[in-house]
């Protein structure tokens, strides 16, 4: 009698139980708190020395670094893949007694980051303005904001928005975007925190998607998804450095 092979479909009808799901912060975060709770228990009686063991945390940081530069399983992040997988090799060399260094004499190299993210950003933004430039297009198409040590408010109500930049170190910047319009359908806006935050207002019927780096920042969409028809798609990407970002709308 001939086998009879029925796949096997989710209860919700969402898809093949066996199609992968993306790998989210959250599910490694709870794997690895998992894995510790594991390790200790093994170790509390006896059966391995959990110390041995969990100095090679680094080969978890370098294993995540490739997914995110490889866009395995997720959402490609090239910035963070690297920062990753170069810190955890560099981590492991050093538990291995290949290299002697101090992890603190690497700290400049966050400067070099942000620095390579702002001037990548801006090239890429000009890069794009110029592309989709149209004869007799609006001169306040484009979002142009700079603050250091202090705040500011910015209004923005251009019916031909294209993206732009913010950058804040060290203040703050309230960014209103509900009365701009954006025939193209997509923008990017770059930004740059440093200790600083930025507050975001989009319109009700955008979708945001975020791919802003955060190094010991937060990042926080609080939009709700479009009841109707989406007129427009805000990318946001950059760099947060222990500061926060907040989108709204």
């Known amino acids: 009698m001939p086998e009879c092979h029925v796949?096997?479909?989710?209860?919700?009808?969402?898809?093949?139980?066996?199609?992968?799901?993306?790998?989210?912060?959250?599910?490694?975060?709870?794997?690895?708190?998992?894995?510790?709770?594991?390790?200790?228990?093994?170790?509390?009686?006896?059966?391995?020395?959990?110390?041995?063991?969990?100095?090679?945390?680094?080969a978890v940081l370098v294993a995540y670094g490739l997914t995110r530069l490889t866009g395995t399983a997720g959402r490609r992040n090239t910035g963070l893949g690297a920062i990753c997988t170069v810190g955890g090799a560099l981590l492991l060399l050093h538990e291995s007694g290949i290299v002697h260094f101090d992890p603190w004499d690497f700290w400049p190299v966050v400067l070099v980051v942000l620095g390579g993210s702002m001037v990548a950003g801006a090239m890429r933004r000009h890069r794009d303005a110029d592309a989709s430039r149209t004869p007799g297009a609006a001169t306040d198409s484009t979002l142009n904001t700079f603050v250091v040590w202090a705040g500011i408010e910015r209004k923005v109500v251009s019916p031909d928005f294209r993206g732009g930049d913010v950058t804040a170190i060290m203040g703050g910047a309230e960014i209103d975007l509900r009365h701009a319009k954006m025939p193209a359908g997509r923008a990017v806006i770059e930004v740059t925190v440093m200790w600083g935050g930025v507050e975001l207002y989009v319109p009700a019927d955008w979708t945001v998607t975020v791919e802003a780096l955060p190094l010991m920042a937060g990042i926080e969409d609080a939009t709700r998804a479009p009841a109707g028809e989406i007129r427009g798609h805000l990318v946001l990407k950059g760099v947060v450095l222990m500061g926060g970002v907040e989108i709204k709308n």
């Open 7 to 58: 796949p096997m479909r989710d209860p919700r009808g969402t898809g093949d139980l066996g199609r992968l799901r993306p790998v989210t912060p959250r599910i490694v975060f709870g794997l690895a708190v998992i894995a510790l709770g594991v390790l200790f228990t093994l170790d509390n009686l006896g059966m391995l020395d959990a110390g041995e063991i969990l100095r090679w945390w680094p």
